[in-house]
């Protein structure tokens, strides 16, 4: 098959990479300072002539971190979407991660349907392994204590929650676990977790040396904040717009750590392999 794969990090640079080791032939647009690749399928660009030719074109995750624009921070200039999108036609293949609703209307707008891989199931789980590992080794570098015996408080309890206690609860830490769903909390007891209300961790929270939020809401405002011990690190693994109140934190002295898009910077292998395995399950699914 003919891949284009369009702007992104080190996930779509080693994307491309997997592709072409596959047999197919891959174009690279906007990806020019990754890392170079001498595989023969690989055909780096910076025009976007017969990219109507692709039988898939795949955009980054997410596909954009500006309104409008592309992104692509190995570009060395702004890719704005619309000239990208102008290109396409509605018979190709068109994917990209964690769509924004003004992307989708303006591929709507030329009669063409996107579709968001970073929606299957299959590739939220797969990223939660390396976001968890991440985690791991950004307390590792931070804390000044061994993982081992470590007060650990973990918020949310969805895939990377749980991953991200067993984890740390294999390298000897004391892990609780925060939700908001009863089952979850259930679940949490059963694997052998501590619990705590999400809505009741005001008072509760002054024991830990570690607390990883994993919820994209806020959850740790003034009032959470102000009952963590002061040397105690936080780890926010929550997509936008994050979990914690940044600024209260930053007049209270903690260190916050925001760690978006652990596993691109963690392992770029295995998180571009999953993508790829993601988008083939979605050509599989419609007879491509």
């Given at each position: 098959m003919s891949f284009?794969?369009?702007?992104?990090?080190?996930?779509?640079?080693?994307?491309?990479?997997l592709l072409a080791e596959d047999g197919h032939?891959?174009?690279?647009?906007?990806?020019?300072?990754?890392?170079?690749?001498?595989?023969?399928?690989?055909?780096?660009t910076d025009r976007l002539d017969h990219i109507e030719k692709a039988d898939c074109v795949i955009l980054p995750l997410p596909v954009s971190r500006e309104p409008g624009m592309l992104n692509a921070p190995f570009s060395p200039e702004s890719q704005p979407l619309e000239p990208i999108l102008d290109r396409l036609s509605p018979s190709q293949f068109l994917c990209g991660g964690r769509l924004d609703p003004e992307l989708t209307a303006i591929a709507q707008a030329r009669g063409l349907t996107v579709r968001d891989y970073f929606a299957r199931e299959e590739l939220a789980v797969a990223n939660a392994v390396p976001t968890a590992e991440g985690a791991l080794q950004l307390a590792m570098e931070h804390?000044?204590?061994?993982?081992?015996?470590?007060?650990?408080?973990?918020?949310?309890?969805?895939?990377?929650?749980?991953?991200t206690a067993q984890r740390f609860s294999a390298l000897g830490a004391?892990?609780?676990?925060?939700?908001?769903?009863?089952?979850?909390?259930?679940w949490a007891q059963a694997m052998g977790?501590?619990?705590?209300?999400?809505?009741?961790?005001?008072?509760?929270?002054?024991?830990?040396?570690?607390?990883?939020?994993?919820?994209?809401?806020?959850?740790?405002?003034?009032?959470e904040l102000e009952d963590l011990r002061r040397?105690?690190?936080?780890?926010?693994?929550?997509?936008?717009?994050?979990?914690?109140d940044l600024a209260a934190a930053g007049e209270l002295g903690l260190t916050v750590i925001w760690a978006l898009s652990l596993p691109g910077k963690v392992a770029p292998v295995t998180a571009g392999a999953a993508i790829k395995t993601t988008i083939y399950n979605m050509l599989h699914e419609l007879g491509r």
């Open positions: 284009w794969v369009v702007g992104g990090d080190m996930r779509q640079a080693k994307l491309a990479q032939t891959v174009h690279l647009y906007a990806l020019h300072a990754a890392p170079p690749d001498d595989h023969p399928g690989l055909i780096h804390l000044p204590i061994t993982i081992h015996g470590a007060r650990v408080l973990v918020i949310g309890f969805g895939r990377v929650g749980r991953l004391r892990v609780s676990v925060a939700a908001r769903k009863y089952e979850q909390l259930a977790f501590g619990t705590e209300h999400l809505e009741q961790l005001a008072g509760w929270l002054c024991s830990y040396n570690l607390v990883i939020n994993t919820v994209p809401a806020q959850v740790l405002g003034q009032k040397d105690c690190l936080v780890l926010d693994l929550a997509s936008k717009p994050g979990g914690v």
